[in-house]
Nanobody, 123 residues
């Protein structure tokens, strides 16, 4: 199984980024897909997750209203659109796959992880 995250970069506060995660080696539509992030010196935290049916989504309070998670089951890809970015959004963002039905927030529940993509928001 491979999860390849991309789309990170350096952006000014208030800007936007769209992260992508391409999955291979798994039956993508049977997995909940999630995004997590880890800032320097901090623990990994949940950002957002989406069920296979694309309608069940869950967001961390810290990004709710500013971010949208989506997925394309035909292309085995999950996306995270992030708007109104803040310096505190700076982190390495990871995508992960969870063999379950409903989105979960605990990283320990996820079965597979990608390598991460760096997001840096300057003030």
């Amino acid at each position: 199984v491979q999860l390849q995250a991309s789309g990170g970069g350096l952006v000014q506060a208030g800007g936007s980024l769209r992260l992508s995660c391409a999955a291979s080696g798994l039956t993508f539509s049977r997995y909940v897909m999630g995004w997590f992030r880890q800032a320097p010196g901090k623990e990994r935290e949940f950002v957002a997750a989406i069920a296979w049916n694309t309608s069940d989504k869950y967001y961390a309070n810290s990004v709710k209203g500013r971010s949208t998670i989506s997925r394309d089951n035909a292309k085995n890809t999950v996306f995270l659109q992030m708007n109104s970015l803040k310096p505190e959004d700076t982190a390495v963002y990871y995508c992960a796959a969870d063999f379950t039905i409903a989105p979960r927030v605990a990283g320990r529940e996820y079965d597979f992880w990608g390598q991460g993509t760096q997001v840096t928001v300057s003030s």
